[in-house]
């Protein structure tokens, strides 16, 4: 790999797309054998134990040949530290903007996109389906209290920090020569990235182009994952409120 500034966009496509290929492919093969748990589950154990792994581990060793010892200061290299209000502020409000883009554009998306998502599940089965509420509500109640405790943890938090560290701190530093063009570059990739779930991809790139481009102006990384966070926690409260409500 290149040294730090200097990752290539083909050097970057596979620092992206091959572990993220290789976590799906194996949650897919996982769940079409066993199905002993929702998918949404299984799903997280996997990341957990594979994607998550990656992307940290290769941010430590590119900190230790960066600086001599393992840590996380290669992704803040271009963090200015702010006021931890600005930062809060910053990412509510990128929040909301995300829910006004939801309910109007991810809607269109939504409707255009129902039969290709309609076909990959009747292809891949209906245990993928993370919308099918009435076959995940029919897991014990232990099994599922445990995927929504899971959940909340790492899709509201560990996930999206380390996905932050990962790429709007580590990968947006290794091109910060290409100025502001980094945010859409690295924001693209990062929602095509999600190829468990490869629909919904106008809306995705819409709100985090704009979200990324204010916290790269701004160097705070900070914005980013409080935007981060505050995106999956609403999609993890609302999947708890579906299936216990």
């Known amino acids: 790999m290149s040294d730090q500034n200097n990752l290539s966009f083909t050097e970057l496509s596979l620092l992206i797309f091959i572990p993220s290929l290789i976590s799906t ?37 590119a900190n230790r040949k960066q600086y001599g010892k393992f ?28 829910g006004i883009v939801s309910f109007t554009l991810g809607e269109v998306e939504n409707k255009l996109t129902s039969g290709l998502s309609s076909w990959l599940f009747s292809q891949l089965g209906e245990y993928f ?3 099918n509420l009435e ?22 938090l560990v996930y999206p920090v380390a996905e ?21 570059v690295i924001s693209v990739l ?22 990324y481009a204010i916290a790269y102006k701004k160097k705070d990384i900070g914005i980013a994952v409080v935007f981060h966070c505050l995106c999956n926690l609403f999609s993890s409260v609302s999947f708890i409120v579906s299936v216990f409500i």
């Not at 076959?135 to 790492?154: A, D, E, M, N, R």
Request: glycine content about 6%; proline content about 4%.
């Open 71 to 98: 840590g996380l200061k290669i992704a803040f290299a271009y963090h200015e530290k702010q006021k931890w209000w600005k930062t809060l502020l910053w990412g509510v409000v990128l929040f909301a903007f995300a």
């Open 135 to 156: 076959l995940i509500k029919q897991y014990p109640q232990g099994i599922l209290i445990f995927t929504s405790i899971l959940y909340v943890i790492t899709n509201a």
């Open 190 to 211: 990062f929602s095509l990235y999600h190829l468990w779930l490869p629909f919904n991809n106008v809306f995705r790139i819409t709100v985090f182009v704009v979200a």
């Open 25 to 61: 492919a194996l949650y897919i093969t996982i769940g079409s054998y066993w199905q002993g748990i929702p998918s949404l589950c299984l799903f997280l154990i996997v990341f957990l134990f594979t994607l998550l792994p990656f992307e940290l581990g290769l941010v430590l060793f």
């Open 129 to 131: 389906n993370w919308n």
């Open 164 to 184: 932050e560290i990962y790429f709007r701190g580590y990968l947006t530093n290794s091109l910060q020569k290409q100025g502001l063009f980094v945010p859409v």
